[in-house]
């Protein structure tokens, strides 16, 4: 059964990092397109960041660089190191894989991340 | 950046009626079109993708048509658990999804 649970989402300061983790259960992480969607509270939804098989790596141009995707294929997990936090960075951040770029045909829970003094 | 422009807002139907959802491309994206249904408290749920094809495990009762600009979700006979939101998003560029249209319990 494919699985994808996040964690790490919590409440933080403005201008701290986190970082997220997504476990992939059921599926090799590292062959398929592996993505972050965030949505804000009571919002739509905002796509974050790609990683591809070859490990190309996108980002939604609002984010400024701050944030970074990456893949441990030993521990079948995907991250995402969010740095110098705002408040329009509160949202759920749900991990997702495809088989196509750009994609989403699976969704893990979400795990919520509130940037708030 | 594509805009993606859902209508209406909202959608208040009856379970039994036909609804008809409207998603409008700021540019072409050809048929790089998906649609996803989210319930409360919910992750969102791929319903269609390439602008028509269903995707694996979903009812026969939606169908999504169009191409380019334009595009439509529609739910043939709505179900009670069909009361949900529903967002497109397009795939041919940086995704980006539409706003989503509500679909209510008249």
């Known amino acids: 059964e494919v699985q994808l649970v996040e964690s790490g989402g919590v409440l933080i300061q403005p201008g701290g990092s986190l970082r997220l983790s997504c476990a992939a259960s059921?599926?090799?992480?590292?062959?398929?397109?592996m993505s972050w969607v965030r949505q804000a509270p009571g919002k739509g939804l905002e796509w974050v960041s790609i990683?591809?098989?070859?490990?190309?790596?996108y980002y939604a141009d609002s984010l400024r660089g701050r944030f970074t995707i990456s893949i441990d294929g030993s521990k079948n997990t995907l991250y995402l190191q969010m740095n110098a936090l705002t408040a329009e960075d509160t949202a759920v951040y749900y991990c997702?894989?495809?088989?196509?770029?750009?994609?989403?045909?699976?969704w893990g829970q979400g795990t919520l991340v509130t940037v708030s003094s | 950046e594509i805009v993606l422009t859902q209508s209406p807002a909202t959608l208040s139907l009856s379970p039994g009626d036909r609804a008809t959802l409207s998603c409008r491309a700021s540019?072409?994206?050809?048929?790089?079109l998906a649609w996803y249904q989210q319930k409360p408290g919910q992750p969102p749920r791929l319903l269609i993708h390439?602008?028509?094809s269903v995707a694996t495990g979903i009812p026969a009762r939606f169908s999504g048509s169009g191409s380019g600009t334009d595009f439509t979700l529609t739910i043939s006979s709505l179900e009670p658990e069909d009361f949900a939101v529903y967002y497109c998003?397009?795939?041919?560029?940086?995704?980006?999804f539409g706003g989503g249209t509500k679909v209510e319990i008249k």
């Open positions: 997702a894989s495809g088989v196509m770029p750009n994609l989403v045909d699976f």
């Open positions: 059921g599926f090799t992480v590292n062959t398929y397109f």
């Open positions: 990683i591809y098989p070859d490990g190309r790596a």
């Open positions: 540019q072409s994206v050809s048929t790089y």
């Open positions: 390439g602008a028509s």
């Open positions: 998003q397009q795939a041919l560029y940086w995704p980006t």
